[in-house]
């Protein structure tokens, strides 16, 4: 048993130092010969990104702009018609609401009381 692993061994050995001498009658590659050469295939420039963004952004502030001149009308609306009216007939028109944290709030109703100012 031991024979046979020293000849295992000793094949190995001559297997690295034959291929040591292949390796040797090879010649080695300058790591300047892809640099040098001019025929290499020349590579894409970079393409421009072509996105929308500046025309979404356009977009988006028009209707900010529109939403706010909408709000502003609303505001100056509810100004001209709480000076109109008295605080008295207001304050028995509002419906007396209780906040409850479990239920998640109606859009709709809060709408009505604002249309009520």
Do not use: C, W, Y
Not at 25 to 46: D, E, L, V
């Amino acid at each position: 048993m031991k024979e046979i692993f020293e000849n295992r061994i000793a094949q190995g050995i001559e297997g690295l130092i034959v291929a040591k001498n292949r390796l040797t009658g090879q010649k080695p590659r300058s790591i300047f010969h892809i640099a040098n050469q001019k025929n290499f295939k020349s590579k894409n420039k970079a393409k421009p990104v072509t996105t929308n963004l500046k025309k979404v952004n356009i977009v988006n502030n028009e209707k900010v702009t529109r939403v706010n001149k909408a709000f502003v009308d609303i505001q100056k609306e509810l100004a001209h018609f709480s000076k109109g009216l008295s605080l008295e007939p207001l304050q028995k028109t509002l419906i007396p609401q209780h906040q409850h944290k479990n239920h998640p709030v109606n859009i709709d109703e809060a709408t009505r009381l604002m249309a009520q100012l």
